[in-house]
């Protein structure tokens, strides 16, 4: 197994571990979001925050204005605040993203240090899940349960296009 570390990952981990979430970037999700929805948002660490911060930013730069697209943007890695996933784990979820080593060691159920891989595995649902008891529009919740899915089931076109946007932005940050 080869492992190679872009420049690209270099910077996401160390905006990582030096994340701050100011005050321009709060009134931004206060914005778009319903209170309960941002309370959700809240749940997660501030890494987190800013990084769903940056993909939002990066969909409203490019012309993007969709409520449920910038909702989706703003909650879609929600479901990792159910559980510990210490920084450790997150680097080797990138190192051994794609590899059947991800998929053994994430296999649901898992116990021990193996949790937090599970955890992420089961994020998205985990997510839509509370963004759908927080308000979240059907389709907010759709883009949030599918957005690491290449080709969800059963999505029409509109719903295809706003996953796509939702992805590229993510990828992007």
Not at 119 to 127: A, K, V
Request: aromatic residues 6%.
């Amino acid at each position: 197994m080869r492992f190679s570390v872009s420049s690209y990952r270099i910077r996401q981990f160390l905006q990582a571990i030096t994340a701050r979430v100011g005050e321009e970037d709060r009134q931004m999700v206060r914005a778009l979001l319903t209170p309960a929805q941002a309370a959700l948002f809240q749940r997660m660490p501030p890494n987190d925050q800013q990084h769903a911060i940056r993909v939002c930013r990066t969909l409203l730069q490019a012309g993007h204005r969709d409520p449920d697209l910038l909702t989706a943007a703003l909650l879609h890695d929600v479901g990792k605040a159910a559980g510990p996933l210490p920084l450790w784990q997150r680097v080797a979820v990138v190192l051994l993203e794609g590899t059947a080593l991800l998929d053994r060691v994430s296999a649901d159920g898992a116990t021990g240090w193996r949790r937090g891989f599970a955890l992420h595995r089961r994020h998205p649902e985990i997510g839509a899940r509370w963004a759908e008891e927080a308000g979240a529009s059907p389709r907010a919740v759709w883009l949030i349960r599918h957005h690491q899915e290449k080709a969800p089931p059963n999505a029409d076109l509109d719903l295809l296009h706003l996953l796509s946007l939702l992805q590229w932005a993510d990828n992007r940050n």
